[in-house]
């Protein structure tokens, strides 16, 4: 049906909308228009080759792009998740100061404090202190006990 209208799509138009394609992923932080980019240029490439019909292209284009979408999330974003920071949790957190929300004394003196900015994915932690704390106290972690941090008051 394309092939009809008398379209004709030259191997360098292929290459410029792979290359703003993958340009755009600056702007869009999906990850995604990357390998239609790429897929894009590869059918350039392979253009500049082999003469194809326009259907062949949208085709090539299309299976080219489901192939590296594919292989982005099966087979290379797997082995490039960061796993060094797994066991450093209590590196992290050590010597982070927070303010306390939260304070029962009832409870063996636990708590919620807060950080400023989100530690280890969360900005609100349960807490222990020996010593009795009024809401808004600055603490500083000294340790971890299971999930809860230990503190002590910041001087």
């Not at 080219?64 to 999330?73: D, G, R």
């Not at 082995?79 to 304070?103: D, Y």
């Amino acid at each position: 049906m394309i092939d009809g209208l008398n379209i004709s799509i030259e191997y360098w138009h292929w290459i410029i909308f792979g290359l703003l394609l993958s340009l755009s992923e600056i702007f869009i932080l999906s990850f995604v228009l990357l390998w239609f980019g790429l897929s894009a240029i590869a059918v350039g490439l392979l253009l500049a080759v082999i003469e194809l019909s326009i259907t062949a292209q949208i085709i090539l284009w299309i299976l080219f792009s489901v192939f590296n979408l594919f292989a982005w999330f099966k087979w290379v974003s797997p082995r490039l998740k960061n796993k060094t920071l797994s066991g450093m949790a209590r590196e992290k957190m050590l010597g982070q100061v927070g303010s306390v929300i939260e304070f029962n004394v009832a409870h063996e003196g636990r708590g919620t404090l807060r950080f400023p900015a989100p530690i280890l994915g969360a900005d609100e932690w349960q807490f222990i202190c020996e010593e009795k704390l009024d809401v808004g106290t600055r603490v500083i972690v000294k340790e971890f006990s299971g999930n809860s941090l230990i503190v002590t008051r910041l001087n």
